[in-house]
T-cell receptor, first 117, second 116 residues
Framework: AAGVIQSPRHLIKEKRETATLKCYPI?????VYWYQQGPGQDPQFLIS???????DKGSIPDRFSAQQFSDYHSELNMSSLELGDSALYFC????????????????FGPGTRLTVL | GDSVTQMEGPVTLSEEAFLTINCTYT??????LFWYVQYPGEGLQLLLK?????DKGSNKGFEATYRKETTSFHLEKGSVQVSDSAVYFC???????????????FGQGTILTVHP
């Protein structure tokens, strides 16, 4: 079965550079979530999109932006990178946010490991 | 705000031992509860879930029961295997009534190591 695809899998950047992470959800999934997992930490929610509109926002720095495109893939853009941005970035996808879909599973991608030097 | 607290880790067991990883939560609404597992170098995989009080989630020999009265969702397995070594995350997601439903709120994670 198709899974969530993230690219690149590994990324090394210098401080103050920019980075773009891409996420391709499972076919027919219309909701995408981004999470950041620092070393030894639990994943922290950054932002989510439903039907190409931002649906929720968590602890995402102003230096980061994201969007969901017409084909439902999503990109996380990170500017003015800092050492503290080094982390594993997960994308997850699911079916819809309609309240009757209680318990919809979020399927996670393998993550993009970003290292900022 | 909503939060999940897991037992202090890491946990080290011998093969075939009994496993319990404690998880308690605080939520303003009526959350769905999840256990995710993360193997080294991989993403998060859903292990089991429960969407309402007294539901029991089970998968691959693991079980967890949604206890509303104690706000807990402890993970158990009767006989662990070396292949169960991984990091286990308890998580919640608000459903009806929550303003931020959809996103997952995770606990700190518990590292499980099983020795032969």
């Amino acid at each position: 079965a198709a899974g969530v695809i993230q690219s690149p899998r590994h990324l090394i950047k210098e401080k103050r550079e920019t980075a773009t992470l891409k996420c391709y959800p499972i076919p027919r999934h219309d909701t995408v979530y981004w999470y950041q997992q620092g070393p030894g930490q639990d994943p922290q929610f950054l932002i989510s999109f439903y039907e190409k509109m931002q649906s929720d926002k968590g602890s995402i720095p102003d230096r980061f932006s994201a969007q969901q495109f017409s084909d439902y893939h999503s990109e996380l853009n990170m500017s003015s990178l800092e050492l503290g941005d080094s982390a594993l970035y997960f994308c997850a996808s699911s079916l819809g946010l309609r309240r009757d879909r209680v318990g919809n599973e979020q399927f996670f991608g393998p993550g993009t490991r970003l290292t900022v030097l | 705000g909503d939060s999940v607290t897991q037992m202090e880790g890491p946990v080290t067991l011998s093969e075939e031992a009994f496993l319990t990883i404690n998880c308690t939560y605080t939520a303003t609404g009526y959350p769905s509860l999840f256990w995710y597992v993360q193997y080294p170098g991989e993403g998060l995989q859903l292990l089991l879930k429960a969407t309402k009080a007294d539901d029991k989630g089970s998968n691959k020999g693991f079980e967890a029961t949604y206890r509303k009265e104690t706000t807990s969702f402890h993970l158990e397995k009767g006989s662990v295997q070396v292949s169960d070594s991984a990091v286990y995350f308890c998580a919640l997601r608000l459903t009806a009534g929550g303003t931020s439903y959809g996103k997952l709120t995770f606990g700190q994670g518990t590292i499980l190591t099983v020795h032969p």
